[in-house]
Nanobody, 119 residues
Framework: QVQLVESGGGLVQPGGSLRLSCAASGFTFSTNEMRWYRQAPGKERELVAG???????TYVDSVKGRFTISRDNSKNTVYLQMNSLKPEDTAVYFC?????????????WGQGTQVTVSS
């Protein structure tokens, strides 16, 4: 069974840093693009960052220069290093992978980890 388990969230002051981790299992991690999404209260879920199997990365403009997505295929883990955090980064952060099953790409989500940026 596919599992994505996020960790590393918490309360941090503006300007602080957190590193989120997503431990993946139940699929071939190394060949799949991994993504981080976030959802703030009352807002739509948005794609924050993605990393492809070969290492290419994408970010939403609002986090460029502050967040870094990375992966360790030996640990089946994807990370999101978040620096210079702002209150507007407050959200539940979700790990995501879309897996091909019988020719259809199916979404799999972690349970989410809360990030709160507040003074």
């Amino acid at each position: 069974q596919v599992q994505l388990v996020e960790s590393g969230g918490g309360l941090v002051q503006p300007g602080g840093s957190l590193r989120l981790s997503c431990a993946a299992s139940g699929f071939t991690f190394s060949t799949n693009e991994m993504r981080w999404y976030r959802q703030a209260p009352g807002k739509e879920r948005e794609l924050v960052a993605g990393i492809r199997s070969a290492g290419s990365v994408t970010y939403v403009d609002s986090v460029k220069g502050r967040f870094t997505i990375s992966r360790d295929n030996s640990k089946n883990t994807v990370y999101l290093q978040m620096n210079s955090l702002k209150p507007e980064d407050t959200a539940v952060y979700f790990c995501y992978v879309g897996l091909l099953r019988l020719g259809v790409r199916l979404p799999y989500w972690g349970q989410g980890t809360q990030v709160t940026v507040s003074s």
